[in-house]
């Protein structure tokens, strides 16, 4: 360890000892240390860094400023050196890095929380390749909203490698943050104050330090060697309050506490008197210093306060010397964060206003960046400054583009505080201030600030987007016919003006029907203006005519009106992958059409704009669209049977339901439970049902997909009347929709079945077939026809599997077809009807192969083992089946081996996949053993990208 000891703090220091080893050797963790103001975090931090450092540990420090809030300002601090020095797309800043390369290097560049987070990730992971890596932030409870999120994420995405993220965390009285952020999920984790060292689990750990004990003290007095004079240790603990801050203050002061019938001054009189004994000047220099902070400069203190060199140098001196300032040069600085709190307690409100007045004054001379001089003007009394209040209403939408929305609403209504501004002006302010509480969660005063804007808002165009935000804060906000009001309000606008409004208006009409709001006049309108685009070439089609297109396309598909024409609409609107780039991958339109072309069976169109869309969202970094994207794509993957791909986009979209995305989980989870079925993991599948509990309040169909969640898992273990159960409530809460949106009817006709309840089962097998052939999606079609197959006498039921099955093979719907293969031989072979059996014997052996085969293939296990055990049963001969080695991989491995295959680089595959290039050699390593080769040259013969 370093020379400086800290006294008291014996027991951190053997647990870092312990910390330290388990990091070095690939296992990443977070800690947290926190305590009061003064309690000594930052020197065992430093202390930390030190030791760090001296095992060659890469070092990246950071500290929270609550006086000045800079999106990012964590992320600039850790890495921005090192972007300055290196090129965009050069490691660590290449793949998912290169997102905050340009973050720290493009004044004012869009950003997320969570795609900053997937982004700093990658880069930590990147350098932690060849040393360990040590991110320290002190004062966390104050970062600004951006790294706040970021520092919270990152814990969660770095697995398996060498990185400590180390947080100092000041708990009690001051630590609120300024923006009023709930900071709270710094400090949970493992608390291990009072334990042994041990070896971290995967829950942060958490050290709560206390005030020192009579005995560290002691050692400390000890230390100093004053033997002349006799320091009371009792005392000094009891004025200090066991704080080494007051303590160390106390130390240092010409009268040390000596005399045990001496009056112990307490902790809050410390500062104060000496506070009180500097002059006007020395009082005013340190006011100026405390203000200012990372911004202090000689130059600017001169400049705040009008003073000449000598004599500034001079007061500089003296508080250097009096220890209120730990340095004065390369610039000048605060002792400890107690000094500047106990000053600013100590000044009026006009007083500590006007001196962030001057700060804001000396940098918007020197043309500072809005954001920086924001940090001052919100500490400033309303004075009616117009120019201030543009300066707060730039630097809220910078902020608001970075994704910092609290620290947005904050400055712009501190700037809509000022009475005297033009109309102008303040609209854009409560533009500005609509944006910034809807993302910060504040809808209601979205909706107020919305509504005032508009009063103040010209211009037809200007008023109908306006209008359109308004409604989707509304619809947000469950407020449905508020928002189809404002809704019928932007038509009117449209209508009322004699302008060549088209575009827009088929927008604002897509808008509405997304929503829901399919009547009066929104309805009339939808099918005018779709009309219009009808019966026109498609070349002249713009982009809200795509978005009507898409709309269109969905209802279709939703309703189980007509396939045929749903896919001709959807291909339209995708035009190539235009609406992508018209809407960008985060948009909701691009999942709406892909529903759309997935449920009309358009996958070459579906999985081409999902790989175009998924690709931006890595270039991104944005791991909520990469979620649900993947979902998507999983799912179309699953309809294919496509196993092994559909449980590796999947598992990534709930592996980001850990860091908060929430979007489709329902939905995505029962996808992943059948794909897990498939392959007969049912303890996998069983794991999912935590993440979807029922009793979770959910609007009806989003509640229907748990319930089918929950009853596809029970169903797998046999428990068929439970099943029906939850199956049948799912019904209950979708009636209407169309069959591409009712997995619970045919789940339900086989549980039904299954508890020898075929009447029921027929009756609602019936009106399903009958539904799905009308809507005309074959390989839908076949999947029903399976299900509805099972509660028909078995003559019957081989002549629906028959059609089943050729459907299946003929749509590409490979697990599906194994299963009506499957069903075919056990219906033959198994049942009861023993003319049945010899009339059908040789046709359901065959089926039972080539279900076993097929299974095999793709990774469907449990058919496969059905089968295996069927064919065994009657003596019949198994098919000769070369081992499928790939089902030696995991989904992980299998991923990485069929990207190798296709001839990417692993540096490709770890950008594609949101892993490290170790992770990905490590993947490759293992599959290489599992496999028996020796290169990825051999990978093309044994690895299908396809399954």
């Not at 400086?4 to 330290?20: P, Y």
């Not at 709406?592 to 579906?606: Q, S, Y």
């Not at 009636?735 to 619970?744: D, F, H, K």
Request: glycine share 6%; charged share 25%; proline share 4%.
């Amino acid at each position: 360890m370093g020379q400086t000891r800290l006294f008291g703090r014996d027991r951190e220091l053997a647990q870092w000892q312990t910390l330290a080893d388990t990091v070095a050797s690939g296992r990443n963790t977070e800690l947290t240390v926190s305590g009061p103001a003064g309690i000594g975090k930052t020197s065992l931090l430093d202390e930390i860094c030190r030791d760090a450092q001296a095992r060659d540990w890469k070092v990246l420090r950071a500290r929270g400023d609550a006086r000045r809030q800079l999106p990012g300002a964590m992320l600039w601090q850790w890495f921005a050196p090192l972007a300055q020095r290196l090129p965009a797309d050069a490691p660590p800043f290449d793949g998912q890095g290169a997102l905050l390369h340009k973050f720290l290097t493009t004044t004012g560049g869009p950003a997320q929380s969570d795609a900053l987070s997937y982004s700093a990730s990658w880069v930590l992971r990147s350098r932690s390749q060849d040393r360990p890596v040590i991110a320290v932030v002190d004062d966390a409870q104050w970062l600004d909203e951006l790294s706040l999120g970021a520092l919270l994420d990152i814990g969660s995405l770095l697995i398996d490698v060498p990185v400590l993220l180390l947080r100092g965390v000041r708990t009690g009285p001051g630590a609120e943050h300024p923006e009023g952020i709930d900071t709270s999920a710094l400090l949970e984790g493992d608390r291990t104050s009072d334990r042994e060292p041990h070896v971290p689990s995967s829950v942060p750990l958490h050290w709560q330090l206390e005030p020192l004990s009579q005995k560290a003290i002691e050692n400390w007095i000890l230390e100093r060697q004053e033997s002349n004079v006799q320091v009371n240790a009792a005392r000094v603990q009891a004025a200090s309050g066991g704080v080494p801050f007051f303590i160390h203050e106390l130390l240092e002061r010409d009268q040390p506490l000596a005399r045990p019938a001496e009056a112990s001054p307490n902790e809050a009189a410390v500062l104060r008197g000496r506070l009180h004994r500097l002059d006007a000047l020395d009082r005013n220099v340190l006011g100026a210093v405390v203000v200012l902070g990372e911004d202090a400069s000689a130059a600017r203190l001169k400049a705040m306060l009008e003073l000449r060199t000598a004599e500034l140098n001079e007061s500089l001196a003296r508080l250097e010397e009096e220890r209120f300032l730990a340095s004065v040069k390369p610039r000048p600085a605060i002792q400890h964060a107690l000094v500047a709190e106990a000053l600013l307690a100590d000044l009026g409100v006009e007083e500590v206003s006007a001196l962030h007045r001057n700060a804001a004054g000396v940098l918007m001379a020197e043309s500072a960046q809005p954001a920086l001089i924001a940090n001052y003007l919100l500490e400033t009394l309303p004075d009616g400054d117009e120019d201030g209040a543009r300066i707060l209403l730039a630097a809220a939408a910078q902020a608001r583009r970075q994704g910092a929305y609290a620290l947005a609403a904050q400055l712009a209504d501190r700037a809509l505080q000022e009475s005297t501004l033009p109309d102008r002006l303040r609209q854009e302010l409560l533009i500005e201030a609509t944006y910034a509480h809807q993302g910060a969660g504040d809808s209601q005063t979205a909706v107020r600030l919305a509504e005032d804007a508009l009063e103040l808002t010209e211009g037809t165009v200007r008023r109908v987007e306006l209008l359109v935000g308004h409604a989707e804060v509304l619809y947000d906000m469950n407020e449905v016919e508020r928002a189809a009001d404002c809704f019928g309000k932007a038509l009117k606008e449209l209508e009322n003006d004699p302008g060549d409004h088209v575009d827009l208006r088929r927008r604002v009409i897509a808008l509405a029907s997304g929503a829901g709001f399919q009547q009066l006049q929104i309805a009339a309108q939808y099918s005018t203006e779709l009309a219009g685009i009808l019966s026109r070439d498609p070349s002249e089609d713009g982009p809200g005519d795509r978005l009507l297109l898409a709309q269109e396309a969905l209802r279709l598909t939703i309703s189980g009106a007509d396939a045929a024409l749903s896919g001709k609409l959807a291909v339209r609107s995708y035009a190539g992958g235009l609406i992508l780039a018209e809407n960008g991958a985060e948009s909701s339109i691009i999942n709406f059409l892909t529903g759309a072309l997935n449920g009309a069976e358009r996958d070459a169109e579906a999985l081409a704009l999902l790989d175009a869309a998924i690709a931006e969202a890595r270039a991104k970094s944005s791991l909520m669209a990469h979620a649900t994207l993947a979902y998507c794509r999983g799912a179309i993957h699953l309809n294919r049977g496509r196993l092994r791909l559909a449980q590796v986009d999947l598992e990534a979209s709930m592996r980001a339901a850990d860091a908060g995305w929430r979007t489709y989980i329902e939905v995505a989870a029962f996808v992943l439970a059948s794909v897990y079925v498939a392959r007969d993991d049912l303890e996998a599948a069983d794991a999912l049902l935590a993440k979807v509990p029922l009793e979770e309040k959910r609007v009806p169909l989003v509640q229907a997909m748990a319930l089918q969640l929950h009853g596809t898992v029970l169903a797998a273990h046999g428990d068929h009347k439970s099943a029906l159960e939850h199956f049948t409530a799912a019904m209950d809460l979708a009636v209407g929709l169309g069959p591409t949106l009712s997995a619970w009817t045919r789940s339900a006709v086989e549980s039904a079945v299954r508890l020898g309840q075929k009447e029921y089962a027929a009756a609602v097998a019936e009106e399903a077939l009958d539904k799905v052939r009308a809507f005309g999606a074959p390989r839908l079609t076949g999947m029903t026809l399976r299900v509805a197959a099972l509660a028909q006498p078995p003559e019957t039921a081989v002549l629906m599997l028959r059609e089943a099955i050729g459907l299946l093979e003929a749509n590409e719907g490979r697990y599906d077809q194994a299963l009506a293969l499957a069903d075919l031989a056990e219906i033959c072979l198994a049942g009861e009807d023993a003319d049945t059996l010899s009339a059908h014997r040789q046709e359901a052996l065959a089926a039972g192969r080539k279900a076993l085969v097929l299974g095999n293939r793709i990774g469907a296990a449990s058919v496969a083992r059905r089968m295996t055990e069927l064919l065994a049963a009657h003596d019949a001969r198994l098919p000769l089946i070369a081992e499928n080695k790939a089902d030696r991989l995991t989904a992980a491995e299998s991923r990485v081996c069929s990207l190798a295959a296709k001839g990417m680089t692993n540096r490709q595959i770890a950008a594609e996949l949101f892993i490290t290039i170790k992770a990905v050699e490590w993947h490759l390593s293992r599959s290489f053993s599992k496999l028996g080769i020796s290169s990825r040259k051999a990978l093309a013969g044994l690895v299908d990208a396809r399954d």
